[in-house]
């Protein structure tokens, strides 16, 4: 289990030289990290030793993964203190720490959330990637030798008033990274992430650097993932429960499948379609209805395409109608990388007494997803309406996130928007 971080300290390699270059960049950027904690320390009020950030002492070679440590510190960290330096930029490994905090900000739909963005000039690059602009802040409470020049070039001069500037940083920044901490960045899986195939934050510069044709680069524009979420709403209707008898209870079901109400608490009878609209709202996505008919398999391979994240909210009981399930089944042969399902369990006293029954036709329609998926694809057991929602909003930020960071950018077409293909 990772501490409670408030800040993960991102920085280039190349700015520590090897033992035996001659360079003061390493023993200074030792000194700023230290100095950061202890004035963060004095400023929240903490222990003198306790930790309060995290940084890598080793360097990652090509081609190796992430240590437990350094995946936990990145998806769970308060915030991210980035040292900009061309070495920075360039560095593919920074680029994909960055690209995990610039994720967990793209699923805080705040305006406050690129407060958890905190870079600090180091050597003054000779320009910034523009994916980062929106994270610059006005330094006019800052030295001004520090714009200027940056923080290396005033903690390498001895003149007493550069310390001075120092000193006068580290509290203001301190008080930055503090703020940042309050922003409440949503954690993520490590396990969601596969950080070999990352694509950094800066690779579009990169590919500009090496002299990458201009197709090539545009395929390497950042994808700032998706912004609409579908719904398939596996309910019956009250005419087609009451028709073909599947239950007695009628009460929960509407004259439309989305508007199924399998919950009511203290008298508010939402349906899953409000509930699964607040949800996206929550995540900054539009919510949109997907039919459940013969069009449904062809419209999950489209959303696949499109890198659109797919809910689908399931009725145990409606499984007895034939045409759901089989619908149900093509869909668990898929195992689609974009789609994952909730099956909702009502409280009513007749579905208790069938709970076994109903159990061995889920066993049955979705046999692929229970032996082949994990929980974050297919979840079972939702029992009540907070339950449904912590589902919901969970299920999305889990596929938002895999859209974004298990895609493969594919050629882009004149004119289109380019998007990893899943």
């Not at 029954?357 to 009540?384: A, C, D």
Request: charge should be negative; proline fraction near 6%; glycine fraction near 6%.
């Amino acid at each position: 289990m990772v501490p409670d971080h408030y800040f993960f300290f991102s920085y280039a390699h190349a700015d520590v030289p090897s033992v035996g270059m001659q360079s003061d960049a390493s023993p200074l950027l030792e000194r700023f990290y230290n100095d950061l904690s202890l004035a963060l320390r004095q400023q929240i009020g903490l222990e003198v030793g306790r930790e309060v950030g995290w940084r890598d002492e080793k360097k990652i070679q090509t081609g190796h993964d992430w240590s437990v440590s350094l995946k936990l510190a990145l998806c769970e960290a308060k915030s991210i203190v980035c040292i900009y330096s061309e070495a920075y930029f360039h560095s593919p490994w920074c680029g994909k720490e960055m690209q995990v905090f610039l994720t967990r900000h793209g699923l805080l739909s705040t305006n406050d959330a690129r407060r958890a963005i905190v870079p600090v000039i180091w050597r003054k690059p000779n320009q910034i990637p523009k994916v980062l602009e929106p994270f610059l802040e006005a330094d006019a409470e800052m030295p001004q030798s520090y714009r200027e020049l940056g923080l290396l070039a005033i903690m390498q001069d001895e003149d007493p008033r550069r310390h001075a500037d120092y000193v006068r940083f580290v509290e203001t920044f301190a008080r930055r990274v503090r703020s940042a901490a309050d922003v409440c960045l949503p954690p993520v899986a490590p396990r969601d992430l596969n950080f070999i195939t990352l694509l950094g934050a800066f690779a579009v510069e990169a590919v500009n650097m090496i002299g990458g044709s201009a197709d090539v680069q545009h395929s390497f524009q950042a994808y700032e993932g998706p912004s609409v979420a579908r719904f398939v709403y596996v309910a019956a209707t009250r005419p087609e429960m009451s028709t073909l008898g599947i239950r007695e209870t009628l009460d929960p079901y509407g004259p439309e499948r989305y508007q199924w109400i399998p919950y009511v608490v203290d008298g508010d009878r939402e349906h899953v379609g409000m509930l699964a609209q607040k949800a996206a709202s929550s995540k900054g996505l539009l919510h949109e209805r997907m039919d459940i008919g013969p069009s449904l398999d062809r419209e999950l391979r489209r959303a696949k395409e499109n890198n659109t994240p797919v809910v689908l909210v399931i009725d145990a009981w409606s499984l007895r109608i034939e045409d759901l399930m089989r619908y149900m089944k093509e869909y668990d042969e898929r195992l689609l990388p974009n789609c994952a399902a909730l099956v909702v369990w009502d409280q009513h006293e007749e579905t208790l007494v069938h709970r076994e029954e109903l159990e061995e036709i889920l066993s049955e329609t979705f046999n692929g997803n229970i032996t082949s998926r994990g929980e974050r694809f297919f979840r079972p057991q939702v029992t009540s309406k907070a339950h449904l929602t912590q589902e919901l909003s969970d299920t999305l930020q889990h596929l938002k996130f895999t859209i974004i960071n298990r895609g493969r950018p594919r050629r882009a077409v004149q004119g289109a928007n380019p998007v990893p293909t899943l």
